[in-house]
């Protein structure tokens, strides 16, 4: 499967973005999506988890009450809506299609990751 991140930019604080991950292929509706990101220096990590059903999230304690993913299977697109962005929010995001259905944090049980799409918050 081959992901296709989308929709990040430049925001005020405060202010809201909504990226979007198309996916390719025919197995986007089995497995679990997540969402990382990444600043320069440190690891991968974390931020938000959707099972294949959409029934089960997971957020980091960072994001949880401002971040909501979502995903549309008969679109093959899996949504971050990112709320009162802060400036620690800025970072590389990255979506990825899990190897299970059930929502995991882990990134070794992710793979097909997207390209990135670059969310800079300023103060």
């Known amino acids: 499967v081959q992901l296709q991140a989308s929709g990040g930019g430049l925001v005020q604080a405060g202010g809201s973005l909504r990226l979007s991950c198309a996916a390719s292929?025919?197995?986007?509706?089995?497995?679990?999506m997540g969402w990382f990101r990444q600043t320069p220096g440190k690891e991968r990590e974390f931020v938000a988890g959707i099972s294949w059903s959409g029934g089960s999230t997971y957020y980091a304690d960072s994001v949880k009450g401002r971040f909501a993913i979502s995903r549309d299977n008969a679109k093959s697109t899996v949504y971050l809506q990112m709320n009162s962005l802060k400036p620690e929010d800025t970072a590389v995001y990255y979506c990825?299609?899990?190897?299970?259905?059930?929502?995991?944090?882990?990134?070794?049980?992710?793979?097909?990751w997207g390209q990135g799409t670059q969310v800079t918050v300023s103060s």
């Open positions: 990825a299609r899990g190897k299970v259905r059930g929502v995991v944090t882990t990134q070794d049980l992710y793979h097909s």
């Open positions: 292929g025919r197995t986007f509706s089995s497995y679990v």
